[in-house]
């Protein structure tokens, strides 16, 4: 694994540094070459938009949004393609789908509504059960869709969505020990390791109806003696 490799690389480095460097060059030169051979062969057509853009359309999910079945990933890079086509082609499906798919992420269970963040992934079609690990490549690119879907709509809610994920971001992805690295964050939010994993992170109903008793009881207490 990558624990294995990098523990490799670093006993090697102490004793042959050159020889890391070298091999490091020589492959930076051969994915140079071969991204240049493939940049001369390869022509941009229009028309491949066009069929990305049916591609989606096939793969979309009506009811809940998303594309395929479960699990289901966000996949913001998906919804940035067809917000650009949207925007270029005049399509108002294309922006359809980037919306339906926007508002079921948020109002399901992939969006921690009360820590902040987007989950990895929801193991269910509905957006309703997450896979409870956060990802900061994923809430990176979800707080550019929502913001570029913002731009396009003006949707306060997806503004709220970008404030509150970026909040979570610098809340909850940072601590004290790498605040002091600029710009430095923690790529994973893990859920404890529970058996079955996630556990610990599911409220049952009678946790829940005591938290909100416990909220409520003080706040109709001073009412009763106002």
Known sequence: GLMELLTKVSEVWKV???????SAEDIVNIIKDHEQEKIEETKLDRTLFGKAYMHYQSQ???RYGGFGNAPKFPSPHNLMFLLRYAV???SD???SMVEKTLKCMYQGGLY??????FCRYSTDEKWLV????KMLYDNAMLV???CEAYQVTKNPMYELVVRETLQYIMDEMTDESIRKVKRAYQTVKESPRTNPRGFSCILSVHF???AIAFAIIPFAFSIATS
């Open 60 to 62: 979309f999910d009506q």
């Open 112 to 117: 921690d509504h009360i820590g902040g963040g």
């Open 130 to 133: 997450p896979h409870f690990e």
């Open 144 to 146: 550019l869709v929502y």
């Open 208 to 210: 829940l109806l005591f």
């Open 93 to 95: 499906s294309a922006l």
């Open 88 to 90: 270029t082609y005049h």
């Open 16 to 22: 042959d540094s050159e020889r890391l460097i070298t």
